[in-house]
């Protein structure tokens, strides 16, 4: 049984049948939201970041969402096969224990729990993303809008059934609650259109690099949203997986280039909201040039409790974290067939079947 499945739009079928892929052909890699998911991707990241793409000099947009943003994020840093694997340790160890005479952590401790590790894992290096000689960070977040403007007990919940009622009838109006609010590396202009919903471009700083890796990954209600980020609009901001859960975004790469997509299932789903929503897990125009590297549905199901591991896990064994802690241990080694699958069929001409995206 293959782990590994490669789908493609139309233009990037095309493009493959002809060139093959190659690492001069990325100019962009999304990076989709979707928490314990993505470590299934340690093992392809610390791949494409540590080996195959440095046989390039092309510039690369990297667009993340949520635990997208910090995989990304990550891949910027100096030796990034340490750092991903560093990033894959310390997500596997975590653990939510809750204080003596709590049924739960509050999302004040979760948010304050966060931002410490995110300030020990980019402490004394976020030069390191900003300036980094090729990639271009590119990480989405969700601005309120009106009642969501500002996070509070009754307002919060209001604005958010307000945001998936309107939502369900046309994804253009989640913009009346939620903007697109994406901090990129200062002077790169976005890898992607905006005319599908209303956007802002900021830039990332040192100033408000871990604010913004923190509001893309603030889920509502689990963790606290982040206010008034430096060097952009006051407000709230939320996980950016609320706006573009796999950005399913107008990617326009230059160059006749290709966007490379490791992720964790064949379908690009728009937004958070749109889960529920099959009709719109279909692909668009949006993904011609994509190239999605996903894990075979009977692979996941030989997996431990046979599926990805999921936020779910932290309540399923809340009583018992170091079984879930070893459930993902051993689905992050497994997952090393990814890998190994993909840089076989890299080496050759020919990468064998690219499926229909």
């Known amino acids: 049984m293959k782990a590994l499945r490669i ?17 001069k052909d990325v100019r ?49 840093l100096d030796d990034p096969v340490k750092a991903f694997g560093r990033f894959e340790h310390d997500y596997v160890q975590q653990r939510f224990d809750v204080p003596p005479g709590q049924k ?8 304050q729990r966060f931002s410490e590790n995110l300030k020990t894992f980019f402490g004394g290096r976020i030069g390191e993303v900003l300036k980094h000689p ?48 994406v901090f990129s590396t200062a002077g790169a202009a976005l890898p992607f259109g905006t005319n599908d919903f209303k956007t802002r471009r900021l830039d990332l700083s040192d100033a408000n690099f871990k604010l913004v890796i923190q509001a893309s990954c603030s889920i509502p209600f689990l963790l606290e949203a982040v206010h008034d980020i430096p060097g952009a609009p006051p407000g709230a901001y939320w996980d950016g997986g609320i706006t573009d859960y796999h950005l399913h975004l107008d990617y326009q790469p230059t160059d006749e ?46 997996l431990p409790n046979g599926k990805l591991p999921d936020r779910n896990d932290f309540v399923r064994f809340a009583d018992d974290p170091a079984a879930r802690i070893a459930a993902w241990g051993r689905a992050t080694r497994e997952a ?10 890299l080496q050759h001409d020919d990468i064998g079947e690219v499926l229909p995206l």
């Open 336 to 345: 090393q067939r990814l890998a190994d699958e993909l840089a076989e069929r």
């Open 257 to 302: 280039g290709l966007v490379l997509y490791p992720h964790f299932q064949r379908a690009v789903v728009p937004g958070w909201l749109d889960k529920s929503l099959k009709w719109r897990h279909k692909p668009t125009g949006f993904l011609d040039r994509m190239v999605v590297l996903a894990p075979d549905a009977d692979w996941v199901r030989s």
């Open 104 to 111: 739960r952590l509050t999302a004040r401790q979760v948010s």
């Open 28 to 76: 962009t890699i999304p990076g989709a939201a979707g928490g314990p998911k993505g470590l299934i991707l340690g093992p392809i990241d610390r791949f494409l970041f540590g080996d195959w793409l440095p046989r390039s000099t092309q510039t690369v947009n990297l667009v993340g969402a949520s635990i997208g943003a910090w995989r990304l994020a990550t891949a910027c």
């Open 7 to 23: 789908y493609a739009g139309p233009v990037a079928r095309a493009h493959i049948e002809r060139h093959g892929l190659k690492p």
């Open 134 to 181: 090729r990639y271009k960070l590119h990480v989405v977040t969700s601005r309120g809008r009106h009642i969501l403007g500002r996070e509070g007990r009754a307002r919060t919940p209001i604005g958010y059934l307000a945001a998936f009622a309107t939502n369900s009838i046309h994804r253009k109006s989640l913009g009346a609650w939620l903007e697109r609010c």
